[in-house]
């Protein structure tokens, strides 16, 4: 069952919230005594997580459950990041928030608030770390957004406690709401694309160098395009600003500026500045999932 992406999340007593993980979605299957970890693409997660399929062993035979393999940074927060990298100092689990089957028995038509009282009362009482449950919270709204904001956790999701388990479905029934961290970035160029353009390239000065951080085509509308170009261009240049480019690689997640990469840019003198959202620093010094907010 997936999340619906949302710009804020319903309140009320038929709605319970849970914090957004930002790790790998995986079902744990034990079906004829032997524990199966895939991912939401169906790869084989028990090679990569040993230790998680170890302590699955113990769930009930013909069981199916839903969760997330998450990374704890070292101040205990999650981070994607650290999960993908192996970062040293982190420390990898699988939260737990669903049942699907259990004991053989399919129990995806029961409401979550059944489902939830099932996995607490039958399968998490024989399972240990690093498996651990989900938590949940059935609190004001505001105060768990204000407490995820100050934490520098990524966001917030709710589920209705009525809700049926539906495979594959983005029906609304769950939600997410991402409460990224946001700051001021410099524009240092674009990328070509249409009539406007595809990308706002961005920087941050350290010290009196401009250091490339990111890319980021996401949060734009047809409008706010045209207006951006109209004030880009008449502050275009030849040479690039960023001190740090080229760079060598084009990173996991293609926000690397190659010496390839840059023949698609267009440079600007940097004196326009982007209020950005975003996830997390990468290790290379990147932003992940960078959003224009205006």
């Given at each position: 069952m997936l999340l619906l992406p949302a710009?804020?999340?319903?309140?009320?007593?038929g709605w319970t919230y849970e914090?957004?993980?930002?790790?790998?979605?995986?079902?744990?299957?034990?079906?004829?005594?032997?524990?199966?970890?895939?991912?939401?693409?169906?790869?084989?997660?028990?090679?990569?997580?040993?230790?998680?399929?170890?302590?699955?062993?113990?769930?009930?035979d013909e069981t199916v459950i839903d969760g997330e393999v998450v990374a704890l940074d070292e101040a205990g927060r999650p981070s994607f990041n650290a999960l993908?990298?192996?970062?040293?100092?982190?420390?990898?689990?699988?939260?737990?928030?669903?049942?699907?089957?259990?004991?053989?028995?399919d129990v995806m038509g029961e409401a979550l608030a059944v489902r939830r009282e099932l996995?607490?009362?039958?399968?998490?009482?024989?399972?240990?770390?690093?498996?651990?449950?989900?938590?949940?919270?059935?609190?004001?709204?505001?105060?768990?957004?204000?407490?995820?904001?100050?934490?520098?956790?990524?966001?917030?999701?709710?589920?209705?406690?009525?809700?049926?388990?539906?495979?594959?479905?983005?029906?609304?029934a769950w939600r997410k709401m991402r409460l990224n961290r946001s700051e001021e970035f410099v524009i240092g160029g674009y990328t070509r694309g249409g009539r406007t353009f595809d990308a706002l390239v961005l920087g941050?000065?350290?010290?009196?160098?401009?250091?490339?951080?990111a890319r980021t085509r996401v949060g734009f509308t047809p409008a706010s395009r045209e207006r951006l170009m109209a004030r880009m261009r008449p502050i275009e240049i030849q040479a690039c600003p960023f001190a740090n480019l080229p760079e060598a690689r084009g990173g996991r997640w293609g926000e690397g500026l190659t010496v390839e990469k840059m023949k698609e840019c267009v440079w600007v003198r940097p004196e326009r500045v982007a209020d950005v959202e975003f996830v997390e620093w990468t290790p290379e010094g990147h932003l992940r999932h960078a959003r224009f907010v205006g």
């Open positions: 710009e804020t999340l319903p309140e009320g007593p914090v957004k993980l930002d790790g790998y979605r995986a079902l744990a299957i034990k079906t004829g005594g032997t524990v199966w970890l895939r991912s939401r693409n169906d790869k084989d997660f028990n090679r990569k997580y040993p230790t998680i399929a170890r302590a699955l062993a113990a769930l009930p993908q990298n192996g970062a040293a100092g982190a420390s990898i689990f699988f939260y737990v928030f669903d049942v699907m089957i259990l004991g053989g028995r996995l607490t009362r039958e399968v998490l009482p024989s399972l240990a770390d690093p498996v651990r449950e989900a938590p949940r919270f059935d609190a004001a709204l505001a105060d768990l957004i204000a407490a995820v904001r100050a934490q520098g956790l990524e966001g917030l999701v709710a589920k209705r406690l009525d809700s049926v388990y539906e495979p594959g479905a983005r029906s609304g941050r000065y350290e010290g009196s160098r401009l250091v490339y951080v």
